[in-house]
């Protein structure tokens, strides 16, 4: 199952906005509504953001959200702060079973 | 709160049998599937495979014909097993829990690097 397609990196300046593409296919995310996002700093377990395309765990700050179109889901960060800092993946169930994830984007904040 | 505890050996040379076991902490063991994910350095994530409590499996296609996910009701572990490794096996090893209606991985163990070396 090829991995879902991310920009390598991505870059803001505190309090900007940016987003973050991860494109898959119609048998992943063009199909089904579970899309998924998660922070990973150095050295440390990914950390759930966004899941079902659009929803926030409790913890996670509304400056983080969700959408998809077709087969690209998207992340935005809004206000960009220091601590954004991080790599980002998307992940999408891919039918039997099965899950596939993103190649990763770095989030740089200038 | 769900923790993940997880262990195993880090250095294996080629052929031998990776193996890892992930103790839970916390929540329900009966209600989500637990799942091992693994990301070589500096790449991407892969998703591995899962076992429900009922010791229903799901493997990654790539993988399935040398991975086996078992389960220990009794200790709230789930272990991985994957034969025959090579250096391209060489990646930090996750447990995650994967919650059944969302799909999604919502707790994560704290990761083992697992190298491949002869």
């Known amino acids: 199952q090829p991995a879902l397609t991310q920009p390598p990196s991505a870059s803001g300046s505190p309090g900007q906005s940016v987003t973050i593409s991860c494109t898959g296919t119609s048998s992943d995310i063009g199909t089904y509504h579970y899309v998924s996002w998660y922070q990973q700093r150095p050295g440390k377990a990914p950390q759930l953001l966004i899941y079902m395309v659009n929803q926030r765990p409790s913890g996670v700050p509304d400056r983080f959200s969700g959408s998809k179109s077709g087969n690209t889901a998207s992340l935005t960060v809004s206000g960009l702060q220091s601590e954004d800092e991080a790599e980002y993946f998307c992940s999408s169930y891919a039918g039997a079973n099965n899950h596939v994830f993103g190649t990763g984007s770095h989030l740089t904040v200038l | 709160q769900v923790q993940l505890q997880q262990w195993g050996a880090g250095l294996l040379k080629p052929s031998e049998t990776l193996s890892l076991t992930c103790a839970v902490y916390?929540?329900?063991?009966?209600?989500?599937?637990w799942t091992w994910i693994r990301q070589s350095p500096g790449k991407g994530l892969e998703w591995v495979g899962e076992?429900?409590?009922?010791?229903?499996?799901n493997y990654s296609p790539s993988l399935k014909s040398r991975v086996t996910i078992s389960v220990d009701t009794s200790t709230n572990q789930f272990s991985l097993r994957l034969t025959s490794v090579s250096a391209a096996d060489t990646a930090v090893y996750f447990c995650?829990?994967?919650?059944?209606?969302?799909?999604?991985?919502?707790?994560w163990g704290q990761g083992n690097l697992v190298t491949v070396s002869s």
């Open positions: 995650a829990r994967r919650r059944v209606a969302a799909r999604v991985f919502d707790f």
């Open positions: 076992i429900n409590h009922s010791g229903n499996t």
């Open positions: 916390g929540g329900s063991f009966t209600g989500n599937y």
